[in-house]
């Protein structure tokens, strides 16, 4: 036979709206690293620049 356990408090609205704004901005930024991952560029490459550009590690590597 289950143990009876003491019921459960209704949870408050303040509580609610917290976690739904929790798991919304969760969402959000999981739906925004999905599109950057697999999204394209919006635009092609600019013609005076190498299609790869260097990464910020190489960038600050170069001896000014």
Known sequence: MPK???ATRPVSEQQARRRT???????GALTAT?????GTPAAPPAP???PTAPTLDTA?????
């Open 4 to 6: 009876h356990r003491r």
């Open 21 to 27: 704004a929790a798991g919304l901005i969760g969402a």
């Open 60 to 64: 600050r590597s170069t001896d000014n």
């Open 34 to 38: 999905l599109l950057t991952a697999l």
């Open 48 to 50: 005076d620049r190498q």
